[in-house]
């Protein structure tokens, strides 16, 4: 069964670098999504992704993310200049249609130091 | 704002107790609303969608409009399903899933 996949699985990085999150969504599917989940609290939304633009995108994500479709797989989440509050799981996912269920995949942990 | 409340953060039962797993959500339109499972270190994976009505590994939820919850039940607990359960739901006009906090649901033998 077709799986999202993600990299890198653990990203340390320090705070004010770039950091680049990827992931591999399921190949036919076309509406794809980042969610983050810092610790102890709930899973967030924080962007969706349609037709090589954002569609909707939640207050957290603000000026240093961005989201990119460089080709036809993958599907990244880069953050400018990364500072603690950062430090999180995040969870790319993605559907075929957006009335259909979201496949999450196993999540990158980003550690701000 | 839309909302998902899930107000126990552990729930411990016994093989074979009946599981009870609470979910509130406030929101004044109509709703879509999900049961998300995350066994120990796996993905998060649909467990069921209201609309689908259906029974996934004995579970069951049942969507009260009156009392906006959305409680998912299983009679008989099993040990493999100690996970982590997240509520959710997307509203109208919108596909972003807002979770709840989650309930760690242990089943002791």
């Known amino acids: 069964e077709p799986e999202v996949t993600q990299t890198p699985s653990h990203q340390v990085t320090q705070m004010g670098q770039e950091v680049i999150l990827r992931c591999v969504p399921i190949?036919?599917?076309?509406?794809f999504y980042w969610y983050r989940q810092i610790l102890g609290q709930k899973v967030e939304f924080l962007v969706s992704?349609?037709?090589?633009?954002?569609?909707?995108k939640s207050e957290i994500f603000d000026d240093q993310f961005s989201v990119e479709r460089p080709d036809g797989s993958n599907f990244t989440l880069k953050i400018r200049s990364t500072k603690l509050e950062d430090s999180a799981m995040y969870f790319c996912?993605?559907?075929?249609?957006?009335?259909?269920?979201?496949?999450f995949g196993p999540g990158t942990r980003l550690t701000v130091l | 704002a839309q909302r998902v409340t899930q107000p126990e953060k552990l729930l411990s039962v016994f093989k074979g107790a009946p599981v009870e797993l609470k979910c509130n959500y406030s929101?004044?339109?109509?709703?879509?609303l999900f049961w998300y499972v995350q066994y120990s270190r796996q993905r998060l994976q649909l467990l069921l969608r209201?609309?689908s009505r259906e029974s996934i590994k004995g579970f069951t939820a049942d969507l009260n409009k009156g009392e906006t919850s959305f409680h998912l039940k299983k009679p008989f607990a099993q040990e493999e399903d100690s996970a982590m359960y997240y509520c959710?739901?997307?509203?109208?006009?919108?596909?972003?899933?807002?979770f709840g906090s989650g309930t760690r649901l242990l089943v002791r033998p």
């Open positions: 996912a993605s559907t075929r249609d957006p009335l259909d269920t979201q496949y």
């Open positions: 992704f349609y037709n090589n633009e954002i569609s909707e």
């Open positions: 209201h609309i």
């Open positions: 959710a739901l997307t509203r109208d006009s919108s596909y972003k899933l807002i």
């Open positions: 929101y004044s339109g109509s709703p879509e």
């Open positions: 190949s036919n599917h076309l509406y």
